[in-house]
């Protein structure tokens, strides 16, 4: 795990830039930080930017409703369902009419029908 700390953004922004990605030759950019599981991976530019949140824990996406933040917009999207109670993902079975606020749960739950 990388202890720099930085007063600017942009010295931050640098500082990544120049010792945790590398843009490598048909592979995109690649996370070079030190212990992360997919180092070396290819990421295309905005993916890399969001991977790269998981090291600096940068979290810019925060809920009007209880300040929680996120990483991700989509994930701040599905939090958000807990607040209206949206659920938009239905169970496909006929006769079950279970539904859920994000797709991975309505998975788990079609997988009960096996």
Not at 26 to 54: P, S
Not at 59 to 73: A, E, G, M, V
Not at 76 to 105: A, Q, V, W
Request: aromatic share 10%.
């Amino acid at each position: 795990q990388c202890n720099q700390f930085f007063d600017l953004l942009q010295d931050l922004v640098d500082h990544v830039n120049d010792f945790h990605v590398k843009p490598e030759k048909d592979a995109g950019y690649c996370c070079h930080w030190e212990g992360c599981a997919r180092h070396g991976r290819g990421f295309k530019a905005r993916e890399m930017l969001i991977h790269i949140r998981t090291h600096t824990n940068e979290k810019p996406h925060r809920c009007p409703t209880c300040n929680k933040s996120f990483s991700r917009l989509e994930n701040l999207k599905i939090h958000n369902r807990s607040h209206t109670g949206e659920k938009p993902y239905i169970c496909p079975y006929e006769g079950c009419n279970k539904r859920y606020s994000n797709s991975s749960d309505r998975f788990k739950h079609t997988r009960t029908h096996y």
